[in-house]
Nanobody, 128 residues
């Protein structure tokens, strides 16, 4: 059984940083594309970033230069380092194993896919 567990969400001031973690069980992350999505209340869930390997990462335009996705194969964990946070980054962040590749997510406009595996989410709030 595949399980994804996110952690690291918190309340942070604008300009601050957070690191989210996604620990996986039942699935070797090194063999799959792993992505981060986020949802603001009342809106569709949108893709944020995706990783296949250290040199093969993708980001939605709104977070480029501020967010960094990485992976620790030994810990079977994917991270999302978020810096220069803005109030508009406030959302529930989800880790996911999408049914398509990172390339397809990127070129498909980071639309939430149907299917795949999803975590339960972790709340990030950027506010004074």
């Amino acid at each position: 059984q595949v399980q994804l567990v996110e952690s690291g969400g918190d309340l942070v001031q604008p300009g601050g940083s957070l690191r989210l973690s996604c620990a996986a069980s039942g699935l070797p992350m090194e063999d799959y594309a792993i992505s981060w999505f986020r949802r603001v209340p009342g809106k569709e869930r949108e893709g944020v970033s995706c990783i296949i390997s250290v040199k093969d990462t993708y980001y939605v335009d709104s977070v480029k230069g501020r967010f960094t996705i990485s992976r620790d194969i030994a810990k079977n964990t994917v991270y999302l380092q978020m810096s220069s946070l803005k109030p508009e980054d406030t959302a529930v962040y989800y880790c996911a194993v999408p049914p398509q590749s990172c390339w397809a997510l990127n070129w498909g406009g980071w639309v939430e896919p149907t299917g795949g595996y999803w975590g339960q989410g972790t709340q990030v709030t950027v506010s004074t």
